[in-house]
């Protein structure tokens, strides 16, 4: 019997209380349950002692209370459909009519009565702050009001019922001695009921909070320091797959240095030296300044044997620069000795005959399956100083000379030495000068001329740089190379080389 009277008590205190609500708002549900349910136990004597004594006098009182008692038993059954707030409100306005009427009809109008009733009714303003919660400001503020509002009428309210409601001396006395000191009692257990249960709910909601926040912080700790190590594992790899990487780049690198140093010197050894172009002229200078450590630019001389002295100056641009310039300079090279060393040929328009058939048949035999593009743009001439007489043909390559202070140029043919095969015929355009007192000739690669810089950063450009040999063509040639080098470099400025440079300039 016991155990199914606690059951029955939980059943009644949980209506209206969710899972989802946390431990302050389910303990505020349970108090307004059990506050309306022990009201209602209270008033239940009440209403068994006055049946028969206000039955006779007025049964609409009877009914009064009645409804009162049975107001208190609906408190659990409002928060059981959900309404859990309107609940608070409902059983705060039962416990002040409750005071309010049922006080009134009973007692005698003394001071001392309604002093009594008053005090119970101010121990009702604590209600609100034990059903509501502190953010709920409006409903506190409400049921605040209405609490100081019936404090205030219960005098009006005790005169008018006690006025049309005469009762007995021995009816007073019992509700006197029963109603107040229990309602007291009634409302101090649900004091220390609330504060007991909100404080515990309080406590436990915030260890709930603090374990499942303690929980996440040692999940969260444990994931970090798994990340953490994770992290330095994989620095630590990085670092060491870098580190060997830098190493095999570093020995890679210089190994290829070395080699391109290998190719330079290769180079420098098969190419003429400057002093020995130079003492054949009355003046001359060789302007070279490759974009790499080895060149694509190269510039070749040979002096025939025999009576008829003459000499064979060459300025070329091979395809490319760095290395693969490189290796067509050597390539080409070979080829000029053979046809003019050793074949004497020294007319510049059969040379380069000669040297595009030499260097198509040997790029075809390196790669028979393809449209190899190598070649060189080349600019040759050949002086006869017994007729002065200058020969002169090019592909592509001009040669510039300036007679009079007035800068001039004799064309090359528009067919590249080598080369794409979607030429089936090429023309070399020989062509001859007579040479004057005074008169000084350029041959050059494209370098120059395409190098970017000055304000627009923009190419140099050939018809700049034919006015600036037409400035300095009366310097002496040491100085003209002076120029030549500070011209480039204040044109280029913070730009990069663009392509290998060669000038050569001489006088006969």
């Known amino acids: 019997m016991k155990q199914k009277l606690i059951s029955f008590w939980k059943f009644i205190s949980h209506q209206g209380v969710t899972k989802t609500m946390d431990e302050l708002a389910k303990n505020r549900v349970i108090l307004t349950n059990r506050l309306g349910t022990i009201i209602g136990l209270l008033f239940l004597p009440v209403i068994i002692f006055d049946a028969e004594v206000v039955l006779k006098l007025s049964v609409t009182t009877y009914v009064l209370e009645v409804l009162i008692l049975s107001a208190c038993f609906l408190v659990p059954v409002i928060s059981g459909f959900g309404w859990t707030e309107f609940s608070k409100f409902f059983v705060l306005l039962v416990l002040l009519t409750a005071v309010s009427v049922l006080g009134g009809m009973a007692s005698d109008l003394t001071p001392a009565n309604i002093a009594a009733n008053r005090l119970v009714v101010f121990t009702l303003i604590s209600f609100p702050f034990l059903l509501f919660e502190n953010r709920q400001r409006s409903a506190i503020v409400g049921s605040v009001l209405l609490v100081v509002i019936t404090f205030f009428l219960i005098d009006p309210i005790f005169h008018e019922l006690s006025l049309n409601l005469p009762i007995d001396k021995k009816m007073k006395g019992l509700n006197n001695n029963y109603f107040t000191p229990m309602f007291c009692i009634a409302v101090l257990i649900f004091i220390l009921m609330g504060s007991k249960q909100l404080d515990v709910g309080t406590v436990l909601s915030l260890l709930k909070e603090a374990r499942a926040k303690n929980d996440v912080l040692q999940q969260q700790q444990v994931q970090l320091k798994e990340f953490n190590e994770n992290l330095e594992n994989l620095v630590d790899n990085r670092t060491c797959e870098l580190q060997t990487k830098t190493v095999e780049l570093e020995q890679a690198y210089n190994q290829i240095t070395d080699s391109v140093y290998y190719a330079k010197r290769i180079q420098q050894a098969v190419l003429t030296d400057p002093p020995d172009l130079i003492r054949n002229f009355q003046e001359a200078f060789v302007f070279f300044k490759p974009k790499d450590i080895v060149s694509g630019d190269f510039y070749w001389f040979a002096e025939t044997s025999g009576a008829n002295k003459q000499l064979v100056l060459v300025v070329a641009d091979c395809t490319g620069h760095g290395v693969p310039g490189a290796f067509m300079t050597i390539m080409a090279n070979d080829f000029l000795n053979e046809i003019i060393n050793s074949q004497q040929i020294t007319a510049p328009d059969r040379i380069l005959y000669e040297l595009d058939q030499k260097l198509i048949d040997t790029l075809r035999k390196q790669s028979p399956d393809s449209d190899v593009n190598d070649g060189l743009d080349i600019a040759i001439v050949m002086l006869d100083e017994a007729k002065k007489r200058l020969?002169?043909?090019?592909?592509?390559?001009?040669?510039?000379?300036?007679?009079?202070?007035?800068?001039?140029?004799?064309?090359?043919?528009?067919?590249?030495i080598g080369g794409s095969t979607q030429y089936s015929y090429k023309f070399f355009e020989l062509q001859e000068l007579m040479i004057e007192p005074g008169d000084v000739f350029y041959l050059a690669s494209d370098g120059f001329q395409d190098q970017f810089g000055g304000d627009l950063g923009k190419k140099f450009l050939k018809s700049r740089f034919r006015g600036l040999l037409q400035d300095i063509s009366h310097l002496p040639m040491p100085t003209q190379e002076q120029q030549l080098n500070s011209t480039l470099e204040q044109w280029q400025g913070i730009e990069s080389q663009t392509d290998d440079i060669l000038v050569v300039g001489f006088r006969v």
Do not use: H, M, T
């Open 391 to 416: 020969c002169f043909a090019g592909a592509k390559n001009p040669l510039y000379y300036v007679r009079n202070g007035e800068v001039k140029q004799l064309p090359g043919s528009k067919f590249p």
